[in-house]
T-cell receptor, first 114, second 116 residues
């Protein structure tokens, strides 16, 4: 089954404790992206990757890091989480090319930073 | 930068009725793509419908259709014969052509409640 998986689905942590949210897709997609969803703000892009070892900032990259060492994986790293990073996080992937392909979203990760 | 505006935070419709969700956007691009996503209580993001700006014909997918007005930069979603399973948050989204890295710019969402 074609899918994007995220782990963990729920996470409660404390300020300053480094964490990683994993994202994996099994569709051989070139493009992967991270979004955060906050009430009244919709979804905003954090980082994206066009392919292995190619990443770039989105609209709200502060406080986050990413890496793309393998095509299927795109982890999101919070080196020193703060309460304002409490949010719902989505990973997405799609093919890349001359046309627009559907973006497949993961199930979301609910993060709470106390 | 592109912006997407959804001016209706919440809407309600009775089962079997028709409802229209509004979306406006601002861009200087001439070629772009527009989407409606549905997010049910499960939080999963589900693509409902898409529209290419260069196509004049409005997209339809079963009970879902759009009214795309390019000059007015308006992209509304019409849901016909509403069903209880349509209860969800609906997001309008904009994308520039693929060369711009496939970023989706989302509106703030409209929460739709379908009632008996």
């Amino acid at each position: 089954e074609a899918q994007v998986t995220q782990n963990p689905r729920y996470l409660i942590t404390v300020t300053g404790k480094k964490l990683t949210v994993t994202c994996s897709q099994n569709m051989n997609h070139e493009y992967m992206s991270w979004y955060r969803q906050d009430p009244g703000l919709g979804l905003r892009q954090i980082y994206y990757s066009m392919n292995v070892e190619v990443t770039d900032k989105g609209d709200v990259p502060e406080g986050y890091k990413v890496s793309r060492k393998e095509k299927r994986n795109f982890p999101l790293i919070l080196e020193s989480p703060s309460p304002n990073q409490t949010s719902l996080y989505f990973c997405a992937s799609s093919r890349s090319g001359r046309t627009v392909y559907e973006q497949y979203f993961g199930p979301g990760t609910r993060l709470t930073v106390t | 930068a592109q912006t997407v505006t959804q001016s209706q935070p919440e809407m309600s419709v009775q089962e079997a009725e028709t409802v229209t969700l509004s979306c406006t956007y601002d861009t200087s691009e001439s070629n772009y793509y527009l989407f409606w996503y549905k997010q049910p209580p499960s939080r999963q993001m589900i693509l409902v419908i898409r529209q290419e700006a260069y196509k004049q014909q409005n997209a339809t997918e079963n009970r879902f259709s759009v009214n795309f007005q390019k000059a007015a930069k308006s992209f509304s979603l019409k849901i016909s014969d509403s069903q209880l399973g349509d209860t969800a948050m609906y997001f309008c989204a904009f994308m520039k052509p693929p060369a711009a890295a496939s970023k989706l710019t989302f509106g703030t969402g409209t929460r739709l409640q379908v009632t008996l």
